[in-house]
């Protein structure tokens, strides 16, 4: 008689990769057979997942149409099942997958896309956060300004893609014009990706804009973040945009970088 | 009942609704006449609109938790920081009942989305206490546990759920979830007598009824009911409620309905019947 650890492991083996051979001779076959039985549940695991996956994934879906997402979600799940019960944590290595995935690869921009889709559903489900005083700044002593490090909303996140992720995205929601012809040769695209106000918005930006706020989102110094956008543009207006990312209510508080060069405390 | 802490409004013997993502908005918007409701935590373990929701609805509304995550059948013991989580969500919300099913849905670190079978043995009941113990300690208060849904049996049982069921109670204090539906569904796929089974629950112990609509599949010639909720109350469930009913007395009853989710207000006409049929016996019982 096998004990309940390896019970449990042999079937969650027969449910994942579609072979019951280990578990059959435990279930008892009660006038149908033991591999139907199991196939019940195996059903339920592969539909009720490859649903969250659509969920999450709706557009990219609608790209490759619902059979071959079935078919792309069903190897997916097979290797990378959920390692929590919150269905709409699952899915993040989706993008990475499609990425690899040989049957897509006559649509490259198919991951980004899945990309795009997955930010959105982490910007929708993250922690509400309060934006901060732009006064506090005033704590800040001049000498001090480069060393500031940050925290930003946790709702916003920064996308690059050499294709036109946001118009494929828009292009393909409901009620959009599904007969529009995105142009991919128009990026690359550099998006912020933000909830606000229960929704989550998307929209380009300029490539200095994009990696000073693309920076700070990762934890740079101000300083750092500044020398990233004024890389992609010398005569960028830094204290504009810092006004605006305060005006945006995008910034949430801050500390100090303890030493030029070391670790953010 | 579980114990109820301050600011927990208890649930009414009346049937509430499952509430599902479809229906929230509406719900919010209309505020309509629903006895109770319940959801489940694993939906709202994040920040944003859907945890806003559930502010504005906890006001309006007695509450319960309905959990389908904590795998409290898994050998390998509850996953701490899942129920972290959930006991976070219990802390803020304090709902009048959090339940669980009797089930298992994580091995070796995956989560397969489902309520998966045990085998009732000896081994089984000491784990499954174990991990009822372990949340019950971790949420500090009285959980209930539902029987499930079964496609299978594991030839090696050797006790009868709903005996199974009663142990796990008594040993732990836990309360238990009658999900007749559930009943009626493994009765019928492995060939046992529901109201048997009905009438071997210890009735004390039961806090609450759920109710649901299952699908009949054939299977290799053979019917196989799966529990899909996603069809009315089927007839033979609402007589078995109503045998439910005279069992363990008026206990809040809930109708669930999570696939082809219908038209609120067809839900809500469902959780109409269960109140009906909860008045009738109740009658019945005191012309006796």
Known sequence: MLGLPELQARLAVALLREDAREIVGAVASDGLSPAARVAVYRNHVFASLTDALAATYPVVCRLVDRRFFGFAADRFIRSHPPTGPCLFEYGGGFPEFLAGFPPCAGHPYLADVARLEWTMNVALHAEDARAMEPARLGEVRPENVGRLVFRVDPSAAWLRSPWSVDRIWRTNQPGADFGAIVDLTTGPVRLEIRRRDDHVTLRALEPADFALRAALGAGA???????AATA?????????????????????????????GGPPS | MASEGV??????????????????????????????????????????????????????????FHAVGLSIGSAEGVDRRHL???????????????????????????????????????????????????????LRRRILIENPSAYLRFACSTIPEAAFL??????????????????????QNLGLDAVGYLDAIPADAVAEIHLAGHSANDVDGRTLLIDDHGAPVDAAVWTLYEHALRRFGAVPTLVEWDTAVPPLEVLMGEARQADARRRAVSEDARAA
Not at chain 1, 221 to 227: H, K, L, P, R
Not at chain 2, 109 to 120: E, F, K, R, S
Not at chain 2, 166 to 187: K, Q, W
């Open chain 2, 84 to 138: 972290d989580r959930v006991r976070g969500l219990v802390e803020r919300f304090e709902p009048a009942l959090v339940s669980e099913h009797l089930a298992w849905s994580r091995s070796g670190g995956a989560y397969l989305n489902h309520l998966l079978p045990l085998p009732y043995t000896e081994e089984s009941l000491a784990a499954v206490c174990r991990n009822v113990d372990a949340v019950q300690t971790a």
């Open chain 2, 7 to 64: 600011g927990v409004r208890s649930l009414p013997a009346r049937a509430g609704i499952g509430l599902r993502s479809p229906h929230v908005a509406e719900v919010l918007a209309a505020r309509p006449a629903l006895s109770w409701l319940e959801v489940h935590p694993e939906n709202y373990l994040g920040g944003g609109p859907a945890v806003g929701a559930l502010d504005q609805l906890r006001s309006e509304y007695p509450m319960a």
């Open chain 1, 221 to 227: 110094s101000f300083e750092a973040a500044a020398d």
């Open chain 2, 166 to 187: 009663a142990e796990l109670a008594r040993r732990t204090g836990c309360g238990l979830l009658c999900d007749v539906n559930n009943v009626h569904v493994t009765a």
């Open chain 1, 232 to 260: 992609e543009d010398p005569g960028f207006d830094l204290a504009a945009s810092l006004r605006a990312l305060l005006e945006e209510g995008l910034l949430t508080g801050f500390s100090l970088h303890p030493q030029e």
